[in-house]
């Protein structure tokens, strides 16, 4: 079937932590076509914590390059394309912009003791009022500091401190910028006055002029390397919007631009958030509030285990099969149909899905996985089951969180990979006691880096439009039964996190000191 023709469409990179996605978008915000490529690594453990920045340039081109001939269109018709990424990453750059690291992921959770450091010598409530991120081992700020600390010969070089979206992006056109979200997100940023903050800077130790330009992500801010752009299959003459980070454009992507509505996002990680009209700061740092543009905050929380538990368990059992080879080994589908056998509450077991620490709402580094409840009557398909719920548990407990902040939500939109999942979808909609709404696309931090470009090229004028052009495919409504059994196991989650507290300290505190948890 000949595919229809368009004068004019947009490009959308997401540049995610396990792999990049693109999307081709008319000026309507129709989807014409779509490409992903996966990083390549050489284990689950490289995967999640330090990646090679050149591999991510290579995926780029390739997935652009597969959305472009899946689509049909032309080279030379694109009038814009935005590169969204993940937030929290770090890359040094010495000073002929080659990398002195790789990209060092939010899961990388290295810096946990200069995080802690810092808690206990400085009063981070001020620097949290004025960065609106909470010290944590994930933020850049800290992970600077490790690399001061542990690795002061890569420190002493770098000319610059970048992420993962700004190495692509100088890649692609040589600009030297950065957008306010991924700024926002590094924990070096005034979240008000959207400049460089000078407290933070002065803790990491670094001078402004190692930062990347602070610009508006509705900036043009070049056009792609000639090279680049044929690799690609796009004309050389389309222009770079800067666009955001990868949280701002899944919500955007998903239609939840209005205040009232908040994005339940399950991918590698987990998140709900809520775009504000004004910068929104918990009084105890439970959630955080980075900068979108000078009109608009993304407020809420993240949990660092969503998807990667399911992944961690997946791997765990087909490592722990010697005689399966690639075509039997066990599928994350396989993994959603064992749990789809059990009854809501998975028999008792509860999983709190700790495998790298926890973020919102207890920014709890030593947090550690625990399997609650097991006995002989439990198997692989209720851990399985127990796993979907313990994610939905921690999203549950972010959503307290922005209910006390912000106010309970009128609609609640998902993203992420999860909208492949209807068992996980239902399962959320009971933990959360919400309904909740599921776009008809489902790769939503791609098309919201097209919607910039859209914004951009001047096809709609603000952000709160773009909700229009968002179709909702299908819903998911609480079940009370299921919500009862959930609300019960709920609370019983929270008590063992509570009672586990000093627990996760002491183990926290002797892995490190006797084993090597930094290898599989």
């Known amino acids: 079937m000949t595919k229809p023709q368009v004068e004019t469409y947009l490009i959308g990179v997401d540049l995610g932590t396990s792999s990049c996605k693109s ?21 689950m453990h490289s995967q999640w914590e330090e990646q ?30 935005s590169v969204g990424g993940a937030l929290h990453s770090l890359i040094a750059l010495d000073g002929r912009d080659r990398p002195l690291t790789g990209v060092i992921t939010w899961a990388d959770n290295r810096a946990a003791p200069q995080a802690t450091a810092l808690r206990n010598t400085h009063d981070v409530n001020v620097l949290y009022r004025q960065t609106g991120c909470p010290v944590h081992s ?42 306010y979200a991924i700024a926002g997100a590094s924990g070096l940023l005034d979240t008000h006055a959207l400049t460089w903050s000078e407290q933070a800077l002065e803790l990491a130790d670094i001078e402004p002029g190692q930062l990347f330009e602070l610009t ?110 690639r075509e039997t080994a066990l599928s994350f589908n396989e993994l959603i149909d064992w749990a789809a056998q059990i009854e809501p509450g998975a028999q008792g077991l509860l999983c709190l899905p700790f495998l790298t620490g926890e973020r919102s709402p207890h920014w709890n580094p030593n947090a550690r996985a625990v399997l609650f409840g097991l006995t002989l009557q439990h198997d692989q398909r209720h851990i399985a089951r127990a796993v979907l719920e313990g994610v939905c548990f921690r ?16 609609e609640v939109r998902a993203s992420g990979g999860f909208t492949r999942s209807r068992l996980w979808l239902q399962v959320a909609a009971s933990v959360l006691d919400q309904e909740i709404l599921v776009p008809s ?42 919500t009862r059994i959930y609300s019960q196991l709920y609370a019983i989650y929270e008590e063992i996190y509570t009672s586990l507290r000093g627990a996760f300290d002491k183990m926290g505190a002797l892995q490190a000191n006797f084993f090597d948890t930094t290898s599989g």
């Not at 931090?445 to 968002?470: N, R």
């Open 52 to 81: 090679d920045p050149e591999s991510l340039v290579t995926a780029t081109i390739i997935a652009v390059r597969e959305a472009i001939d899946s689509a049909g269109v032309p080279p030379d018709a694109c009038t814009g394309l």
């Open 23 to 43: 999307v081709v978008m008319d000026s309507t915000g129709s989807v014409l076509g779509s490409g992903a490529a996966l990083y390549p690594a050489e284990d």
């Open 395 to 410: 999203l549950r407990s972010v959503l307290d969180v922005i209910n006390e902040t912000i106010g309970e939500p009128q």
């Open 441 to 482: 696309w489902g790769e939503t931090s791609s098309l919201g880096a097209a919607f910039w470009a859209m914004l951009g090229a001047g096809h709609v004028s603000t952000l709160e439009e773009l909700g229009g052009l968002v179709e909702v495919a299908t819903s998911y409504l609480p079940v009370e039964k299921e």
């Open 138 to 179: 994930m933020y850049p700020l800290a992970k600077i500091i490790w690399l001061r600390e542990e690795r002061p010969q890569i420190f002493d070089k770098a000319e610059w401190f970048i992420s993962s979206k700004e190495y692509v992006t100088l890649r692609l056109t040589g600009s030297r910028v950065v957008d």
């Open 216 to 325: 508006d992500p509705l900036e043009t801010i070049g056009k792609l390397n000639t090279d680049f752009a044929a690799a690609m299959g796009v004309g050389s003459t389309a222009p770079l919007i800067l666009g955001s980070g990868d949280a701002v454009n899944s919500s955007i992507g998903a239609g939840a631009v209005l205040e009232q509505q908040v994005t339940c996002m399950v991918g590698s990680s987990g998140a709900l958030r809520v775009i504000s009209s004004e910068p929104m700061l918990d009084p105890q740092e439970r959630s955080w509030c980075y900068s979108i543009d000078s009109q608009h905050w993304l407020v809420g929380g993240a949990i660092n285990n969503g998807g990667l538990a399911l992944e961690w368990l997946r791997d765990a059992l087909n490592q722990g099969s010697a005689a399966l080879s």
